[in-house]
């Protein structure tokens, strides 16, 4: 029975953390769109702020750290920080893969280094 019980805040955190990748994702496809490059183009200026913030990727990217803020209230009513709060380090791991995959970033060795320093210490912190 702990098992289940246990899970839901798991699975909310995996949520919370995946929403923030994805915020990452629409918010960078969105600044780096054609339109939001032309906005901002001429400057920044007030217009080309508006532009920029009704911009659909950047509004999607704004709407998903939003429910993942909601998400992640849900895992802090349920568990303690310490525990919860090394899982979020996982965002930064995914949101290097879709930069990878979506936008072709350089993936080098320090990075990939990096990455699987980030994931031991979240295994070892979850095991304490």
């Not at 999607?60 to 895992?75: D, F």
């Not at 802090?76 to 930064?92: G, H, Q, R």
């Not at 290097?96 to 990939?112: C, E, N, Q, W, Y």
Request: aromatic share 8%.
């Amino acid at each position: 029975m702990e098992a289940s019980t246990n899970a839901t805040p798991y699975a909310m955190i995996l949520l919370s953390v995946a929403l923030s990748a994805a915020a990452q994702v629409a918010l960078k496809a969105g600044m780096t769109s054609p339109a939001v490059r032309q906005a901002l183009a001429g400057g920044i200026s007030p217009v080309s702020l508006l532009q920029v913030a009704f911009s659909p990727l950047v509004l999607l990217g704004l709407a998903c750290y939003g429910l993942s803020m909601v998400v992640w209230l849900g895992v802090l009513s349920k568990m303690p920080v310490s525990s919860a709060y090394p899982f979020v380090a996982l965002a930064i791991v995914l949101t290097s893969v879709f930069g990878r995959v979506l936008f072709h970033d350089a993936f080098t060795l320090p990075k990939i280094l990096g990455t699987l320093l980030i994931v031991s210490g979240v295994v070892v912190l979850a095991k304490g």
